[in-house]
């Protein structure tokens, strides 16, 4: 008993005292900022300390470039005592920032959450903390540190990784970046291929040991013997054009961008690239498409096309305008991203590219079914009736542990199997519908090679380089790259009738120069078909295989958002003010005296 002292205060003590309770209702609360500290985080005692007219939180708040000069300009400011007590806090501040910028960080902010950077950032940001404690004896595993970095910015990351070995430290890193490959003291490749006809070492050594053994995909690559071809150049048939863009770091930007092309968008790290493309184009683009759907089905009755769909990250933000006119020739826009196919264990390749209903259908003809019953629903780990009913068709156990992630465990039930019994009684040559979620892509395409809408579906994932996944494998143990070409082979498998413009952001995160190759003759594919693609590029082979490029710079941040160079591969090649055009140069050249070399030796 006693006084009660209101719903609020008792809310506010469970949201405090219960962290289960808290997490259920998250979704009722909002942050806004606080009216007394306006967001700075500090009291009005603290924030009145300054160091040249600036408060802490305006000096965090500065990227960090401008953090450098400001702490470079300091020191020059300084009385002779002044600089005496601040010498080694100011050296260590000055020389930190620097490792930074060294890393291509720049155009951070010091305040930047960390939650909002991408992989590449912020593994650049524990590197330049490692180089800063000075420390030896440690072996550092690096994850493909090149992603997203263009190849200047690879460059400096090569000389940070080597002074960390110079301190007697050693770096193991999975990478395909073609400069890190070469910069290595001692590479392993690993192969032959991929999933269960992979897992060997092919070869070992140093990099002339590579290029020598007829064994490594990689070496061979490297050395030139084999490579990826330049097609030949498609001719502009029409073209969207971009008026007064305004987004970001990006003021006052009009340009022609061709269609029915592969178009690639180069530029340093923080350049503008993913604000135009995806910030800009993608939410205008639909916005204008919708529009226009909107009017013509209202003319015409028996136009009957669907609106797309806009998610909350493909709104066009307040902050951003322009226009794009000319577009009337794209009927569609769609963004292949690397983010999941699906976020449970429902989703997986087989559902998300439709082969697997044509699966079902033909499990549903076996005569086994039939005597039984069964429909092609029957053979769905979604609905009731065929699915194990305790884990509703997972094949795993989802276990909450409130304040931590959630854990799957395999159904004791069906053993992950998904299906109960009855349905897995049911046999299709000699494997149930079970056994063939457990397939490969490879096994499934020789397993149902007697079956032409099957095998037609399985040959484009076999195509662009996914023949290892299986059919079942759950969308989350998916890697960003796998999804990316998930997504590109469903829009193959399921032809497109209206023509669509596809944006791309770096879809050689994580792949070989083999998986290159493949993945741009998929998407030529699509081109062919009458659709157009706009890719955001680092990697100089695609670049060089691209119709047209776009060069962002020449900087990041307020260094950026301008068109440096604009045209064929060759035409940045021979640009002057453009930082891709020197790599891409020598890229070419490379590729030209391959080719003198080849047309030597045999006889031409």
């Known amino acids: 008993s006693g006084d009660f002292d209101g719903i609020i205060a008792m809310v506010e003590r469970f949201f405090e005292s219960d962290i289960f309770f808290a997490s259920l209702n998250a979704n009722l609360r909002s942050s806004v900022l606080c009216p007394e500290c306006k967001g700075f985080r500090l009291n009005k005692e603290s924030l009145s300390a300054k160091i040249n007219g600036l408060n802490i939180i305006e000096v965090t708040n500065l990227r960090i470039d401008e953090a450098l000069e400001f702490f470079r300009n300091l020191e020059k400011t300084l009385t002779p005592t002044q600089k005496h007590i601040a010498k080694n806090p100011l050296n260590e501040i000055i020389k930190r920032l620097g490792f930074l910028v060294?890393?291509?960080?720049?155009?951070l902010t010091l305040s930047r959450n960390t939650a909002t950077l991408s992989g590449g950032e912020a593994q650049r940001v524990k590197l330049a903390t490692q180089i800063g404690t000075s420390l030896s004896g440690v072996t550092y595993c690096l994850d493909e540190p090149s992603i997203g970095l263009h190849p200047a910015e690879t460059e400096k990351l090569i000389k940070i990784l080597q002074e960390l070995r110079d301190l007697g430290n050693t770096i193991l890193m999975v990478e395909h970046n073609e400069f890190l490959i070469k910069n290595s003291?001692?590479?392993?490749?690993?192969?032959?291929?991929?999933?269960?006809?992979?897992?060997?070492?092919?070869?070992?050594?140093?990099?002339?040991?590579?290029?020598?053994n007829e064994n490594s995909l990689t070496g061979k690559y490297l050395s030139g013997k084999l490579k990826i071809e330049i097609p030949e150049k498609r001719k502009i048939k029409d073209f969207i054009k971009l008026k007064n863009v305004n987004v970001h770091n990006i003021k006052g930007l009009s340009i022609d961008i061709?269609?029915?092309c592969l178009v690639g968008v180069s530029g340093v790290s923080g350049s503008g690239k993913s604000s135009l493309i995806f910030d800009f184009i993608l939410p205008k683009l639909k916005e204008k498409i919708n529009i226009q759907q909107a009017f013509y089905k209202k003319a015409f009755q028996e136009i009957d096309d669907e609106p797309q769909n806009l998610a909350?990250?493909?709104?066009?933000?307040?902050?951003?305008?322009?226009?794009?006119?000319?577009f009337q020739a794209i009927e569609r826009v769609i963004a292949i991203n690397q983010s999941p196919i699906g976020r449970t264990p429902r989703s997986n390749p087989a559902t998300?590219?439709?082969?697997?209903?044509d699966i079902r259908e033909l499990f549903a003809n076996v005569t086994q079914a039939k005597i039984l019953g069964f429909t092609p629903a029957r053979f769905s780990f979604n609905v009731a009736g065929g699915r194990c009913e305790k884990c509703k068709g997972e094949g795993y156990i989802k276990v909450e542990m409130q304040f931590l992630p959630d854990v799957y465990v395999l159904c004791e039930a069906c053993g992950g199997k998904r299906y109960n019994e009855s349905t897995l009684s049911v046999y299709y040559k000699d494997k149930n519908i079970a056994d063939v979620l457990n397939m490969s892509v490879d096994e499934a395409y020789e397993f149902f090679s007697n079956v032409p809408k099957i095998k037609n579906k399985l040959s484009v994932l076999r195509d662009i380089g996914l023949g290892y996944i299986k059919l079942g494998q759950n969308a989350t143990t998916l890697s960003g790259g796998e999804a990316q070409r998930i997504k590109l082979a469903k829009e193959l498998i399921i032809p497109q009738n209206k023509k669509t413009l596809y944006l791309f952001d770096e879809p050689s995160r994580g792949l070989h120069p083999d998986d290159i190759k493949k993945l741009l003759q998929v998407i030529n594919r699509l081109i062919d078909n009458g659709h157009s693609v706009i890719i955001i590029e680092h990697d100089l082979d695609i670049l060089k295989s691209a119709d047209y490029i776009i060069d962002i710079?020449?900087?990041?941040?307020?260094?950026?958002?301008?068109?440096?160079?604009?045209?064929?591969?060759?035409?940045?090649?021979?640009?002057?003010?453009?930082?891709?055009?020197?790599?891409?140069?020598?890229?070419?050249?490379?590729?030209?005296?391959?080719?003198?070399?080849?047309?030597?030796?045999?006889g031409h």
């Open 102 to 107: 060294d890393l291509n960080l720049d155009y």
């Open 185 to 212: 003291d001692y590479i392993v490749d690993i192969g032959p291929k991929s999933g269960n006809f992979g897992g060997e070492v092919c070869a070992s050594g140093s990099l002339k040991e590579i290029l020598e």
């Open 258 to 260: 061709p269609l029915e």
């Open 312 to 326: 909350d990250s493909e709104t066009l933000d307040s902050n951003v305008s322009g226009d794009i006119e000319n």
């Open 352 to 357: 998300y590219t439709s082969v697997f209903t």
């Open 553 to 602: 710079g020449i900087g990041g941040g307020d260094k950026g958002g301008k068109v440096v160079a604009f045209g064929t591969p060759q035409d940045i090649a021979k640009n002057p003010a453009s930082l891709t055009g020197k790599y891409l140069k020598e890229k070419l050249e490379e590729l030209n005296a391959f080719n003198r070399r080849h047309r030597v030796s045999k």
